[in-house]
């Protein structure tokens, strides 16, 4: 019983190059995240997808794309890189959106250089 | 929408003192707060939560107070131990965000033996 498994743990881009975060959890969870950490700025959501086949805009949206393969994966898209988006990422996943508590994985480290 | 403010930003203890971490919110139909604690290159993980409708939860030496009327809640750790230096984060969720949490920036705590 893995959990949340995020693939890649660190990744070097380019400014302008593109790559996809892949998230996969094995707890049958409905509702899925993706948030990024950056120093003094704790978490912040960048998509959620609250069940299946459905997907919604967090806080920081700009620049990333989405998507619910499956129940249990959800991947996170960078289109065109930027310095901006050098951060930590987290995905996490949760029985239901309400009121559930948050199973996150270990983080993806990102540079874009 | 949710604005969470959390305090201190650091927080170093003596191994067997409490420590105490407060957090308040913005959106009164916040119904949901949950706090995680984060270890080096790893994903946070819950270790407390309380809805609305309980001003008090305790789990061994971890408790949270919750006061609805000032919009804030708090985190206790008594006895603490050096494991338990790490990062804490609070959070708040409810109808007005769709349920999507908001966090805290993060106070990073330090138990001294």
């Known amino acids: 019983n893995a959990g949340v498994t995020q693939t890649p743990k660190f990744q070097v881009l380019k400014t302008g190059q593109s790559m996809t975060l892949q998230c996969a959890q094995d707890?049958?969870?409905?509702?899925m995240y993706w948030y990024r950490q950056d120093p003094g700025m704790g978490l912040r959501l960048i998509y959620y997808?609250?069940?299946?086949?459905?997907?919604d805009k967090g806080e920081v949206p700009n620049g990333y794309n989405v998507s619910r393969l499956n129940k249990r994966e959800f991947s996170l898209r960078l289109e065109s890189a930027a310095p901006s988006q050098t951060s930590v990422y987290f995905c996490a996943s949760s029985d239901f959106m309400v009121n559930s508590p948050l199973h996150f994985g270990n983080g993806t480290r990102l540079t874009v250089t | 929408g949710e604005n969470v403010e959390q305090h201190p930003s650091t927080l170093s203890v003596q191994e067997g003192d409490s420590a105490v971490i407060k957090c308040t919110y913005s959106d009164s139909a916040s119904n949901y707060f949950p706090w995680y604690k984060q270890e080096l290159g790893k994903g946070p993980q819950l270790i407390i939560d309380?809805?609305?409708?309980?001003g008090e939860k305790k789990d061994q030496r971890i408790a949270v107070t919750l006061n609805k009327t000032a919009k804030h809640f708090s985190l206790h750790i008594t006895e603490t131990q050096p494991e338990d230096s790490a990062v804490y984060f609070c959070?708040?969720?409810?109808?007005?965000?769709?349920?999507?949490?908001?966090f805290g920036k993060g106070t990073s705590l330090l138990v001294t033996p």
């Open positions: 997808s609250a069940s299946e086949g459905t997907t």
């Open positions: 959070a708040a969720g409810g109808p007005d965000s769709g349920y999507a949490l908001n």
């Open positions: 309380i809805r609305s409708n309980v």
């Open positions: 707890m049958n969870h409905n509702s």
